[in-house]
C-alpha cells in the first residue's frame, strides 16, 4: 500500500480478497502496509495483479513466483532434455543444427546435408515457409521444400528443424520435420504456439526480436500449458541502437535463462550477427556460455544464396569451426 494509504483503503484491499476467496496476510511495517495474497490459482495471478492495481492506496502489485510456472526451474530442477529423433538436446552434448537459411532445390540442399553431416552436425535446418520483410523476397519453396528436406534426412539420418508460421500449416509442417521451429516474428503468435503446442513434436522458440527473457518465456508457456513439454528455447539477437551487426547477440540470455528455466537454451550466431565473418566468434562465445547447441546457417554458394548468404557459412568454414567448438566444449566439461 501507498505510505498515505487511509485505513479505510487497506480494509477495503482485504475485504476484497476475501471476497474472492482468497487470503489476506499483512505485514504491518513500520512506514507502510504489505498486503500478501495467499492461495491464488496460478492461472488467475497475471489477472490478480491488473484487479488489485486499480484499487485507490495500493502502491504497487508484486508477483512472488513467475508466471511461467511449468517452464520454471522451481517447478521442474533438472535440466529437460529432449529426444530429437535419437539426437539428445539438453544434456551433456552440445547439439548443433546446419544447414541453408531456405531449401533452395534438392541439389542444394542435399549436398549442404552431406556436407554438414560430414563436417559433425546433428541436425539439418532449411527454411521451406520464409517469413521475409519484403513480400517481393523469396518466401519459399513451400511443401515442395518440405519434400526435399525429407529426403535429404532419407539420405543423410539428420533430423530436420524447419520453420512453421501458420498455424493452418502446423500438421503439414509436422508431417516432415522433426522439430517445429517458430521465428522471432511469431514468439508471440499465441494461436501458432497453442497449436505447436497441442502436437508432440519438439519446438525451437525463437526469441521475438524486440522481446525480454521474461517474454519468451512466458511464450514457451503457451507451448508447455498445452502438454507439450519438448521446446527448445533460441537466442537470435535482439534489436538495439549498435548497427554494426545485423542484431546484437545476448550472450547473457544464455547463464539468465539456464537459470530460470529447465528447458534447453541454443544461440543462432548467423542472424544475430548477420555476417559470416563472425559468426565463428559468436558460436564459441555461447558454448562457452553454457548453451546447449547451436543454429548455423551453411551455404554451398553463399554469393548466389536466395536468402541470407552473408551470414551463411561455406562447408569448409563450418567444418574448421565444429572442431573449435569441440574444443571449447571440452574447456566446459561438455562435448560436441
Ligand atoms: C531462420 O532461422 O531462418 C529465421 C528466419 O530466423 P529468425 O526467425 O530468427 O529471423
Ligand atoms: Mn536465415
Same mark, same amino acid.
Given at each position: 500500500?501507498?505510505?498515505?494509504?487511509?485505513?479505510?483503503?487497506?480494509?477495503?484491499?482485504?475485504?476484497?480478497?476475501?471476497?474472492?476467496?482468497?487470503?489476506?496476510?499483512?505485514?504491518?511495517?513500520?512506514?507502510?502496509?504489505?498486503?500478501?495474497?495467499?492461495?491464488?490459482?496460478?492461472?488467475?495471478?497475471?489477472?490478480?495483479?491488473?484487479?488489485?492495481?486499480?484499487?485507490?492506496?495500493?502502491?504497487?502489485?508484486?508477483?512472488?513466483?513467475?508466471?511461467?510456472?511449468?517452464?520454471?526451474?522451481?517447478?521442474?530442477?533438472?535440466?529437460?532434455?529432449?529426444?530429437?529423433?535419437?539426437?539428445?538436446?539438453?544434456?551433456?552434448?552440445?547439439?548443433?543444427?546446419?544447414?541453408?537459411?531456405?531449401?533452395?532445390?534438392?541439389?542444394?540442399?542435399?549436398?549442404?546435408?552431406?556436407?554438414?553431416?560430414?563436417?559433425?552436425?546433428?541436425?539439418?535446418?532449411?527454411?521451406?515457409?520464409?517469413?521475409?520483410?519484403?513480400?517481393?523476397?523469396?518466401?519459399? @519453396?513451400?511443401?515442395?521444400? @518440405?519434400?526435399? @528436406?525429407?529426403?535429404?534426412?532419407?539420405?543423410?539420418?539428420?533430423?530436420?528443424?524447419?520453420?512453421?508460421?501458420?498455424?493452418?500449416?502446423?500438421?503439414?509442417?509436422?508431417?516432415?520435420?522433426?522439430?517445429?521451429?517458430?521465428?522471432?516474428?511469431?514468439?508471440?503468435?499465441?494461436?501458432?504456439?497453442?497449436?505447436?503446442?497441442?502436437?508432440?513434436?519438439?519446438?525451437?522458440?525463437?526469441?521475438?526480436?524486440?522481446?525480454?527473457?521474461?517474454?519468451?518465456?512466458?511464450?514457451?508457456?503457451?507451448?508447455?500449458?498445452?502438454? +507439450?513439454?519438448?521446446?527448445?528455447?533460441?537466442?537470435?539477437? /535482439?534489436?538495439?541502437?549498435?548497427?554494426?551487426?545485423?542484431?546484437?547477440?545476448?550472450? +547473457?540470455?544464455?547463464?539468465?535463462?539456464?537459470?530460470?528455466?529447465?528447458?534447453?537454451? /541454443?544461440?543462432?550466431?548467423?542472424?544475430?550477427?548477420?555476417?559470416?565473418?563472425?559468426?565463428?566468434?559468436?558460436?564459441?562465445?555461447?558454448?562457452?556460455?553454457?548453451?546447449?547447441?547451436?543454429?548455423?546457417?551453411?551455404?554451398?554458394?553463399?554469393?548466389?544464396?536466395?536468402?541470407?548468404?552473408?551470414?551463411?557459412?561455406?562447408?569448409?568454414?563450418?567444418?574448421?569451426?565444429?572442431?573449435?567448438?569441440?574444443?571449447?566444449?571440452?574447456?566446459?566439461?561438455?562435448?560436441?
Amino acid at each position: 500500500m501507498r505510505t498515505q494509504a487511509t485505513p479505510e483503503q487497506t480494509q477495503a484491499v482485504e475485504d476484497e480478497i476475501q471476497r474472492i476467496g482468497l487470503r489476506p496476510f499483512i505485514n504491518p511495517g513500520v512506514e507502510r502496509k504489505v498486503i500478501a495474497v495467499l492461495g491464488a490459482l496460478d492461472a488467475k495471478k497475471a489477472d490478480l495483479v491488473e484487479h488489485f492495481h486499480s484499487f485507490p492506496g495500493v502502491e504497487r502489485v508484486d508477483l512472488i513466483s513467475h508466471l511461467w510456472k511449468l517452464a520454471s526451474r522451481e517447478y521442474h530442477p533438472a535440466d529437460t532434455v529432449i529426444d530429437v529423433a535419437g539426437v539428445k538436446i539438453g544434456g551433456n552434448q552440445i547439439t548443433i543444427a546446419a544447414g541453408p537459411c531456405s531449401v533452395e532445390s534438392e541439389a542444394q540442399t542435399t549436398e549442404i546435408a552431406h556436407r554438414v553431416k560430414e563436417a559433425g552436425a546433428h541436425m539439418l535446418r532449411g527454411g521451406a515457409f520464409k517469413p521475409r520483410t519484403s513480400p517481393y523476397a523469396f518466401q519459399g @519453396l513451400g511443401e515442395e521444400g @518440405l519434400k526435399i @528436406l525429407a529426403k535429404a534426412r532419407a539420405e543423410t539420418g539428420l533430423p530436420v528443424v524447419t520453420e512453421v508460421m501458420d498455424p493452418h500449416d502446423v500438421n503439414l509442417v509436422a508431417r516432415y520435420a522433426d522439430v517445429l521451429q517458430i521465428g522471432t516474428r511469431n514468439m508471440q503468435n499465441y494461436p501458432l504456439l497453442k497449436r505447436v503446442g497441442a502436437t508432440k513434436h519438439p519446438v525451437l522458440l525463437k526469441r521475438g526480436l524486440g522481446c525480454k527473457l521474461r517474454d519468451l518465456l512466458m511464450s514457451a508457456e503457451y507451448i508447455v500449458a498445452e502438454g +507439450n513439454h519438448n521446446v527448445i528455447l533460441c537466442e537470435r539477437g /535482439i534489436m538495439t541502437f549498435e548497427d554494426s551487426t545485423r542484431h546484437t547477440t545476448d550472450i +547473457n540470455a544464455v547463464p539468465v535463462l539456464k537459470h530460470w528455466t529447465h528447458l534447453p537454451v /541454443i544461440v543462432d550466431p548467423s542472424h544475430a550477427t548477420g555476417d559470416s565473418k563472425y559468426v565463428g566468434a559468436v558460436s564459441k562465445a555461447a558454448v562457452a556460455a553454457g548453451a546447449d547447441g547451436l543454429l548455423v546457417e551453411v551455404h554451398n554458394d553463399p554469393q548466389h544464396a536466395l536468402s541470407d548468404g552473408p551470414q551463411s557459412l561455406r562447408p569448409e568454414e563450418f567444418k574448421a569451426l565444429m572442431e573449435q567448438i569441440g574444443r571449447i566444449a571440452e574447456a566446459v566439461g561438455r562435448r560436441v
